[in-house]
């Protein structure tokens, strides 16, 4: 079945950059995306790429994928306090049809 | 259209009451989804609809649990016979058929506490 993996805690210097990795298990992916849920909201869409790209820029966000190994990054540049949230890796693909799979979630917390 | 509305926002019960949960999804939507998520966990996909058609259940959707969309507009999400380990926030989302791959729109939740 498919799964995506996280790590569950990242701690980053206000100004600093963060990266949260993610991995999954379905070869047949076909979207990936990243989820930002802030305390007691709903989930937002930050970003998604396509398994055909490996690559995508959105302001301070850089996602890359890496598709032979079935890994996905999130880089946040000049980390503020307002990016303390929870983020979520997702996939989407033949396997799990129309829905969406998410992990677990990483806590990313800003030092002063 | 303010996005997904999901109501209440919290909802406190005792074990063994049923409860039901609305999601009123963006209008344009015709497919909308209910996930659980619980505490630490990202959130997992309990079933969905495609207008008022319900086309995939999750093996976690017991059958005290039932969900339906009448009009193809609003759902409703029901939980009989509710157990502590029911306790969760239960999450809405909408898309667009055509467009379901470019990531859904979520409510804000309704987070159930079961006493």
């Known amino acids: 079945g498919e799964d995506v993996e996280q790590s569950l805690f990242l701690s980053v210097r206000e100004g600093d950059s963060s990266v949260i990795n993610c991995t999954y298990t379905?070869?047949?992916?076909?979207?990936l995306y990243w989820y930002k849920q802030e305390p007691g909201a709903g989930l937002q869409l930050l970003t998604y790429?396509?398994?055909?790209?490996d690559m995508k820029q959105d302001q301070r966000l850089t996602v890359l994928l890496n598709k032979k190994d079935k890994h996905l990054s999130l880089r946040i540049a000049d980390t503020q306090t307002g990016d303390s949230a929870i983020y979520f890796c997702?996939?989407?693909?033949?396997?799990?049809?129309?829905?969406?799979?998410f992990g677990s979630g990483t806590r990313l917390s800003i030092r002063p | 259209d303010t996005g997904v509305s999901q109501d209440p926002r919290h909802k406190i019960t005792k074990r063994g009451q049923n409860v039901t949960f609305r999601c009123d999804p963006i209008?344009?939507?015709?497919?909308l989804y209910w996930y659980r998520q619980t505490l630490g966990q990202g959130p997992e996909f309990l079933t969905y609809?495609?207008?008022?058609?319900?086309?995939?259940k999750s093996r976690l959707l017991s059958d005290r649990f039932s969900a339906e969309r009448p009009k193809g507009s609003f759902s409703t999400l029901e939980i009989q016979r509710t157990e502590q380990g029911d306790s969760a926030m239960y999450l809405c989302?909408?898309?667009?058929?055509?467009?379901?791959?470019?990531?859904?729109?979520f409510g804000s939740g309704t987070r159930l506490t079961v006493v």
């Open positions: 989302a909408s898309s667009l058929s055509n467009r379901t791959l470019y990531g859904y729109t």
């Open positions: 379905d070869s047949s992916s076909t979207y």
């Open positions: 790429i396509f398994s055909n790209m």
């Open positions: 997702a996939e989407s693909g033949y396997s799990s049809a129309s829905k969406i799979i």
């Open positions: 209008s344009e939507h015709n497919r």
């Open positions: 609809f495609q207008n008022e058609a319900q086309l995939e």
